[in-house]
C-alpha cells in the first residue's frame, strides 16, 4: 500500500517539477541551468608594506598595473548563482605573473546584471627582486548587463556584461579590475 501512495505522490509532483524547469530568470534566460563565460579585465594591484612579498631595496612595496583573462561557470539557482572561476593575469612594473581559482556565488540583479563575492587560491609571482607567494584572495563585484544600462536590444539575453570588482590577497593588499565578461 505505501509503495502505490509514494507513487501516486511522485505522479501528482510530476507537473510542478516539470513547470519549476520551465521558469525563467528576471533577463529570460533559464532560471537553473549552465552559464559558461570567458572576459577580460585590466586593473593596478597594490600590496601593503608589511605583507609576505617583504621588501626590495630602493623600494617600498609591491604594485603594478594587471591585465587578466578569466574563465568561469555559473550555475543559477533562481533569483541567486553560485560559480567557479579561474584567472590568468599579467602584470607589469612588480608583479610578472598571477594564477588563481575561486568559487563565487551571489544573486541576480536587474534584469541582466549580477552582485557577487568570491574566495579561492591566487599565485602571484614577483619580478625585480620580489618573491613568488600564494595565498587566499578574496573578492566582491557586480556585473553589468545591457539591459540594465539601457541597451537591450543591442546583444539580447546572451553577449557582453561590464565588471567591476575589487579582491584582496589575504587581507594584504587592494586590487580593483574593470573589464567585459561574455557570457553564453
Do not use: C
Not at 612595496?61 to 533569483?79: C, D, K, R, Y
Not at 541567486?80 to 581559482?101: C, L, M, Q, R
Amino acid at each position: 500500500m505505501k509503495k502505490y501512495l509514494i507513487a501516486a505522490a511522485l505522479v501528482a509532483a510530476l507537473p510542478s517539477v516539470a513547470s519549476a524547469q520551465e521558469e525563467t530568470a528576471p533577463d529570460g534566460t533559464q532560471a537553473f541551468g549552465v552559464e559558461p563565460y570567458v572576459g577580460i579585465l585590466g586593473g593596478y594591484h597594490t600590496f601593503d608594506r608589511g605583507t609576505e612579498f617583504g621588501s626590495v631595496p630602493g623600494e617600498t612595496i609591491m604594485n603594478g598595473a594587471i591585465i587578466s583573462g578569466v574563465a568561469g561557470v555559473n550555475v543559477p539557482l533562481g533569483p541567486v548563482f553560485v560559480g567557479v572561476e579561474g584567472n590568468a593575469t599579467k602584470g607589469f612594473s612588480d608583479i610578472d605573473w598571477e594564477y588563481g581559482v575561486k568559487g563565487r556565488f551571489g544573486a541576480r540583479a536587474g534584469e541582466s546584471g549580477m552582485i557577487f563575492a568570491s574566495a579561492g587560491y591566487q599565485w602571484v609571482n614577483g619580478k625585480g627582486g620580489w618573491p613568488d607567494r600564494k595565498d587566499w584572495m578574496y573578492g566582491l563585484g557586480v556585473e553589468v548587463g545591457p539591459k540594465d544600462i539601457g541597451l537591450g536590444g543591442v546583444t539580447g539575453n546572451s553577449g557582453i556584461r561590464l565588471r567591476f570588482q575589487t579582491e584582496t590577497y589575504d587581507f594584504d593588499s587592494f586590487r580593483p579590475t574593470a573589464g567585459v565578461i561574455f557570457h553564453f
